[in-house]
C-alpha cells in the first residue's frame, strides 16, 4: 500500500464532503434566500438551481479523484504511464493551490490541503 496515496485519496475525500456540506449550509442556503440574483435563461430559479448543482458536481469530481487515489494506493508497483497520470494530478492540485491562496488571499483553507495533496501524490511517484 502506498502511504502517500492513501493519505492523498483521505484528504481529497474530506475537502470533498466538507465542501458540500459547508458549502451547502454556508453558501448555498443564504444565496436561495438572497434577492438581485442574475436570471439565468430568464429565471432566477436557474440561476439558483445552476449555482447548487456546479457546487455538488465539484465535491462528486472531488471524491472521483480520491477513488483514483485509493485505486493507484493499492497497487505494489507503479508504471510509467501511472506514474504520469499521477503527477499530473499532483500538479492540478499545486494549480489548485496557487489559484486558491492567491484567489483567497490565503483566507480560505483549502490551500493547505491542495497543497499537501500535490506534495503527497508527487512523493508516491519517487
Known amino acids: 500500500m502506498n502511504t502517500y496515496l492513501i493519505l492523498s ?32 435563461r430568464g429565471s ?7 449555482l447548487r448543482f456546479t457546487w455538488h458536481i465539484t465535491s462528486v469530481l472531488g471524491l472521483g479523484i480520491a477513488f483514483i487515489f485509493f485505486y493507484f494506493a493499492r497497487l505494489t508497483e507503479l508504471n ?3 506514474i504520469v497520470i499521477l503527477r499530473i494530478l499532483s500538479l492540478t492540485f499545486l494549480a489548485s493551490f496557487v489559484v486558491a491562496i492567491v484567489g483567497s488571499r490565503a483566507r480560505h483553507p483549502s490551500w493547505m490541503v491542495f497543497l499537501i495533496v500535490s506534495i503527497l501524490t508527487w512523493l508516491s511517484t519517487l
Open 9 to 40: 485519496g483521505f484528504l481529497t475525500a474530506l475537502m470533498s464532503i466538507v465542501h458540500s456540506i459547508v458549502g451547502e449550509l454556508l453558501i448555498l442556503i443564504p444565496l436561495q434566500k438572497a434577492q438581485g440574483l442574475p436570471a439565468v
Open 44 to 50: 432566477v430559479h436557474a440561476t439558483r438551481s445552476t
Open 80 to 82: 510509467s504511464e501511472q
